[in-house]
């Protein structure tokens, strides 16, 4: 297994693999000089339905012999491709874990926020359902 994403180009665009990089949203690498000059060589856009993107961990289903190219994600770019990859049975729950992630992610400050406007804790805990341990070591900052 690698570290890197694997950009590559199907002969068959409508063989299901991987994702059009386009369907992603925007992709820091595909403004390298790298993957330009890449695409160029192989006569090829950014836009192409040909042009495919496979996480790390799925890299061994590159087909042999297809033009490929190693390229670096972020860890944020490389969410939103495996998300577009999991079957939609998947998809549906990954959305609402992003969704729990997003809004967990100020959970410490939104309780110190109603700490400090006077909510008592017994109620933060009764409206957020949050342990009383989470809510005492939220107040300590």
Known sequence: MTDDAYLFLL???SVPLGVVP?????LACMET???RAWLDAQGSTPGSPHLRLLPPEETAAVPDGAERLPVPLSDE????????MAPESL???EEELLTYRDISDGRDGLIGRALAAGVPPHRIVELTGEDPATV???ARG
């Open 22 to 26: 386009a369907a992603v949203g925007d």
């Open 136 to 138: 005492t070591a939220a």
């Open 77 to 84: 770019e490389l969410s939103r491709v495996r998300h577009l």
């Open 33 to 35: 000089p790298a993957v």
């Open 11 to 13: 002969d068959d665009a």
């Open 91 to 93: 998809a549906g729950i």
